[in-house]
């Protein structure tokens, strides 16, 4: 907690005399305490047992005069889904059989014979992502070519029949376990379209593939995130079919009870699609988020592969639910391995403008890397992640608005929970806000000496919902005020980025909410010299 309560020290002294005529009271000494109530010297008698009675009274009701918090907008979201945006960084990993025959989407007639990682280390996967900064890893199970990365018993088309340890291997076994032993969360994807399965456009697919998604729910323990994706329908081998086949992208899945299936197995579990129910696509694979990003969202009406990228990279200021925004990317040209695009690893640049445009637009930010035939994140891949985390590190190590002196137009109640200067102190838990109806604030914090800086941090206290619709930035140098940024949505987090700017006081004014409004960290940053300058 940020301020502290008034203290209230009650002491009893008792002086012996030859005889009780003898003892005599002191007046009270109050000495300089925080507020009101000072320390309290009590002798006993009547008087004095009555005046405690009293005080502590007092002080009961001043205990319990903590106000409540702000109103929570209609739309909030879960502890799950708060907890999983602050990761703000996870991982991908696209590894199958296309791993080994040079292909983006397999057929569905590749044998399992080619499945064969020579250097298979799933530790090194973890590790890796744990170095780079990663929360949780999601591997693909299975991806559209219906090849199963463990030994599933509805189907043959499986690291089973493998040459790979004998057919004894499971991989998701192993990168679960490897998850565990680095501190990461394990996700998984499982392809909603599989060109392998005979039956697939079918009721007899939709009971097979819950059926799988039941073996990767109860065998592997807690699984933190299902994927699914949009890709449904197509040209396939279909069990020998060979042939075409379109489904009702609609109605066939049936989402609604694939989803409360997985819940009932695991209610911890959060599920990712252009729907949600708990995290939604922001419509490319860029890694961008839009400029404006809303957490909320009506998801009525949103087909699942078929739905508005640009409304799902926007989200909706009248969403009537909540779904986190994930902006996914591959580190590479393509999402899985290609001996061909070694040399195309993103460049520190891209990758730069990939976090500050997902994470930095309230966005989670789940980049893919490919492990190569041997099993291994290739050495190139791993170095650009390192160094993405070293300059990240570097340009966010020191908070320069830390501690700082912050003022506010409105504070909620006058009260110090709502204190502005909690904007600025090293608990992102605690917020200021302003009184009911208001709409609009300014938040001014006071540098005490020209400082230069070309980062600034913005965060809402998004358990209550999102408010800020439209702000703006103002900095004062050599006495004057200018304008140095402006944007619409903030939510869990608004990285902008500036000329370099030095200057004594710093200013946020926000022009428009949907509530009181609320901010629970306000940052000032200096770039890394590696970083591109304006």
Request: with cysteine; charged share 25%.
């Amino acid at each position: 907690m940020k301020f502290g309560l008034m203290s209230l020290i009650i002491r009893l002294s008792v002086r012996r005399g030859k005889t009780g005529a003898d003892r005599h009271h002191k007046p009270a000494k109050t000495t300089g305490c925080r507020e009101k109530l000072g320390a309290v010297i009590f002798r006993p008698g009547t008087e004095s047992l009555k005046t405690l009675i009293i005080l502590c009274v007092l002080f009961s009701s001043f205990c319990t005069s903590i106000p409540p918090d702000i109103p929570a907008n209609a739309a909030v979201p879960s502890s799950l889904q708060v907890a999983y945006q602050k990761m703000e960084f996870i991982g991908f990993i696209h590894f199958s059989i296309n791993t080994f025959t040079d292909k983006e989407w397999g057929y569905g007639n590749e044998s399992p014979s080619l499945f064969f990682p020579t250097a298979f280390d799933a530790d090194q996967w973890a590790s890796v992502a744990k170095r780079a900064g990663m929360k949780e890893l999601i591997l693909t199970a299975k991806h559209h070519d219906g090849f199963c990365l463990w030994p599933s018993r509805y189907t043959e088309h499986s690291v089973k029949n493998s040459p790979w340890k004998n057919g004894q291997g499971d991989v998701v076994r192993e990168f679960v376990d490897a998850c565990r032993r680095h501190g990461l969360k394990a996700g998984l994807y499982l392809s909603p379209w599989d060109r392998n399965f005979a039956g697939y456009g079918s009721p007899a697919y939709i009971d097979y593939y819950r059926n799988q998604l039941k073996e990767l729910l109860t065998e592997y323990g807690e699984i933190s995130e299902l994927w699914f994706d949009g890709a449904n329908g197509g040209s396939g081998w279909y069990g020998g079919a060979d042939e075409t086949r379109t489904i009702d992208r609609k109605t066939y899945y049936r989402w609604p009870e694939t989803w409360a299936l997985a819940k009932k197995i695991q209610p911890k579990i959060l599920l990712f699609s252009d729907a949600g129910p708990d995290i939604r696509w922001t419509g490319n694979e860029s890694g961008y988020a839009g400029e404006t990003n809303w957490s909320t969202i009506n998801t009525r009406g949103i087909v699942v592969g078929k739905a508005d990228q640009d409304y799902l990279n926007t989200g909706d200021p009248d969403g009537k639910q909540w779904l986190v925004p994930l902006c996914d990317t591959s580190i590479r040209p393509d999402w899985f391995y290609h001996p061909s695009q070694d040399d195309q690893v993103k460049s520190l640049h891209e990758l730069l403008e990939i976090t500050y445009n997902s994470v930095g637009r309230n966005s989670v930010l789940l980049l893919n890397i490919p492990p190569d035939k041997r099993g291994l994140f290739h050495e190139n891949d791993v170095a650009a992640l390192m160094e993405l985390r070293r300059v990240l590190a570097e340009t966010f190590k020191k908070d320069l608005a830390a501690g700082c002196e912050v003022s506010a137009d409105n504070i909620r109640l006058n009260h110090p929970k709502f204190s502005p200067g909690n904007c600025v102190d090293e608990d992102k838990e605690t917020y200021w806000a302003c009184d009911d109806g208001i709409r609009r604030a300014v938040v001014e914090v006071n540098l005490k000496e020209d400082t230069l800086f070309d980062r600034i941090v913005l965060q809402e206290p998004i358990r209550f919902g999102q408010r800020i619709a439209v702000f703006s930035i103002e900095g004062r140098t050599d006495g004057k005020w200018k304008k140095i940024a402006q944007g619409t949505t903030i939510g869990y987090k608004r990285i902008l980025r500036i000329p370099s700017l030095e200057a004594d006081r710093v200013r946020l004014i926000i022009h428009k909410s949907n509530n009181s409004p609320a901010l629970s960290h306000l940052g000032l940053y200096k770039a890394s010299e590696k970083e591109d300058r304006f």
